[in-house]
């Protein structure tokens, strides 16, 4: 086994070895060619990140991508950053990549994994590996990582999902929830009816798909800026980046852009990424008009009785120990932040001021 890095220059040679190895493994959407390739294309210094692919007798059978950053945290402790799957910049790691891992690792165990990362080619003090998927590598063998480095899990979160089998097979979707659950969402039902019927209309154009994303950019902001939040969408290269991802994904059928609406009043609007039969839900503007309805609950809702009725497999709510896709989902996955430090003194120190600061947190709290 050796590796090969490379540079972005040939996005051509890049698609290569990545799609060929794309074609025997079962990658989430987050490591499909088509949000690669714009991800490239959209980064502002491709110079900082390399593709690694892993060959066994000259055939490439694995790969990943590598940023490589400075990291600054507190204004006092730095050092030299890896990224798995990520630039290193924080505008463009916004974008949320979820279900990370080695693309092919199916390929590989633990001990290669651990050879593959002693012989990167640079020197670093932390190698970030954010959103692992747990069932694969290297998020299935966190526990086996290299022992020579601190291993560190930033985060560790339930990925919500919905089996659309269930689905299918249940008479009525509110049949799955919980009783608390199906009394809220039979009472918003009840109420927006009073409008009009609940509408459900799922973009079949590019253009159309551009306005219902505009709505729910909208949307989004607003009810993110009433809570002092600035949204998902108040940085140029996110809202551009996705506007370009919808132009250029739309005809292959990867993207899928709802509105949901009862008479005139618009429910919410959701944007989901459709890859091998699943749904990954990833944004959504909703219209939070009173307290009597749940026009999330309902917005999701029918997206998942229609991606059901499509026949997809999941419908996934990606990572968050949210309330909404606890209530919904009917299994979960995880996911984990995880970061790799060489064993310098000021990691050691920063890890143990931020377990003291947790403590008094907790002591706090308890009082």
């Known amino acids: 086994m050796n590796t090969e890095v490379m540079d972005l220059s040939d996005v051509g040679r890049i698609e290569h070895v990545w799609t060929g190895i794309a074609g025997r493994s079962n990658e989430p959407y987050f ?41 600054v945290r507190h204004k006092v402790f730095t050092g ?4 798995m799957n990520a630039s290193g910049n924080p505008v463009v790691d916004a974008l949320c990549l979820e279900y990370n891992g080695i693309l092919g690792g199916g390929s590989l ?35 086996g990582m290299n022992t020579s480095c601190r291993l560190v899990i930033e985060k560790d979160v339930p990925s919500y999902y919905v089996d659309l089998e269930m689905v299918r097979q249940s008479e009525d979707f509110n049949l799955l929830l919980s009783k608390s659950t199906r009394q809220n969402v039979v009472r918003s039902y009840k109420t927006y009816r009073q409008t009009g019927p609940v509408i459900f209309e799922c973009a079949t154009t590019i253009d159309r798909a551009c306005e219902i994303y505009d709505e729910l950019v909208e949307l989004h902001q607003k009810a993110w800026r009433a809570r002092g939040e600035p949204g998902a969408f108040a940085t140029g290269f996110f809202m551009e980046f996705h506007r370009g991802l919808i132009r250029k994904r739309f005809d292959s059928g990867e993207i899928q852009l709802s509105r949901i609406s009862a008479g005139d009043v ?23 008009t009173s307290n009597k309805v749940r026009p999330g609950f309902v917005s999701l809702i029918e997206a998942i009785k229609y991606n059901a009725g499509l026949g997809h497999s999941v419908f996934d709510f990606l990572g968050g120990a949210v309330d909404y896709k606890k209530s919904l989902g009917t299994h979960s996955n995880r996911l984990t932040w995880v970061k790799l430090q060489k064993k310098h003194m000021r990691y050691a120190v920063e890890n143990r001021l931020r377990e003291i600061k947790h403590f008094i947190k907790r002591k706090t709290v308890a009082a």
């Open 80 to 83: 030299r950053g890896l990224f």
């Open 266 to 288: 618009v429910i919410g609007c959701i944007y989901n990424f459709v890859y091998k039969g699943k749904v990954f839900f990833y944004q959504s503007g909703i219209n939070y």
């Open 109 to 143: 165990d633990c001990a290669a994994f651990n050879e593959i990362i002693a012989g990167l080619p640079w020197e670093w003090d932390e190698f970030f590996l954010p959103a692992l998927d747990r069932s694969v590598m290297p998020g299935k063998c966190i526990d």
């Open 31 to 71: 490591l499909s060619w088509g949000w690669i390739e714009h991800w490239i294309r959209s980064l502002p210094n491709r110079d900082c990140v390399r593709l690694v692919a892993v060959r066994r007798e000259s055939e490439p059978v694995a790969a990943f991508f590598v940023g490589q950053s400075r990291v």
